[in-house]
């Protein structure tokens, strides 16, 4: 079993939709949690990160963690085509600098 | 500043033959890493970097060899190509100061093909 599930997709969804990507993971001494986003034939930028459970906002996305169901989300509201891209989760615990990354999760806005 | 670059962009390569990619940082990053991305695979670390002179192995390091001369470079090596090393590899670098987040930031990536 991998540390950090994560649905391949692809996902297609309208332009203006809510869309919701997803990570289970196994490993209970992960703390950090993030989320990269990758365009096509391009490195993976760092778009949100979130220490322990909770919730955190940055304009149309939020980012949630819940420890207890070791189970993290990414939400994107009004959904635009220029955020179609590969979205990756990656954690890490707090003794190594070692991220573990998702497969990623294909998505595709529709105009 | 540039951020992270690497060299070359694309390569083919016969199968048995070397060839060195080149990962230059110019953000003082302490920590540097060398990744494989394949489909249905996500990103897996070959080896990693803490400090200038310092290499260790991460996920899958079969294969290959880094070396760390300066702090801004970082080196992967291929020494006897082989088909299963078809990948677009990534080199990233990160700062241990950075309270927390640990922000992996990552070069352009190589598309290298084994024949």
């Known amino acids: 079993q991998k540390e950090v599930e994560q649905d391949p997709g692809p996902l297609s969804v309208p332009e203006g939709a809510i869309v919701s990507l997803n990570c289970t993971y196994s490993?209970?001494?992960?703390?950090?949690f993030m989320w990269y986003r990758q365009y096509s034939r391009k490195g993976p930028e760092l778009l949100m990160y979130?220490?322990?459970?909770g919730n955190k906002e940055d304009g149309r996305f939020t980012a949630q963690v819940d420890k207890s169901s070791k189970y993290i989300s990414l939400f994107i509201r009004d959904s635009q085509p220029s955020d179609s891209a590969t979205y990756l989760c990656a954690m890490r615990g707090g003794a190594t600098n070692k991220l573990i990354f998702g497969t990623g999760t294909l998505l595709a806005v529709q105009p | 500043n540039a951020g992270v670059t690497q060299t070359p962009k694309f390569r083919v390569l016969k199968t048995g033959q070397s060839m060195t990619l080149l990962c230059a940082q110019d953000?003082?990053?302490?920590?540097m890493y060398w990744y494989r991305q394949d489909p249905g695979m996500g990103l897996r670390l070959i080896h990693y970097?803490?400090?200038?002179?310092?290499?260790a192995k991460g996920e899958v390091p079969d294969g290959y060899n880094v070396s760390r001369l300066k702090k801004q470079n970082f080196l992967l090596g291929l020494e006897s190509a082989a088909p299963s090393q078809t990948s677009v590899y990534f080199c990233?670098?990160?700062?241990?100061?950075?309270?927390?987040?640990?922000?992996?930031?990552f070069g352009p990536g190589t598309r290298l093909t084994v024949l």
């Open positions: 953000m003082n990053h302490e920590y």
């Open positions: 990233a670098s990160s700062s241990p100061n950075r309270a927390g987040s640990n922000e992996q930031f």
């Open positions: 979130t220490y322990s459970s």
């Open positions: 970097s803490v400090g200038e002179g310092t290499t």
């Open positions: 490993n209970s001494a992960f703390q950090y």
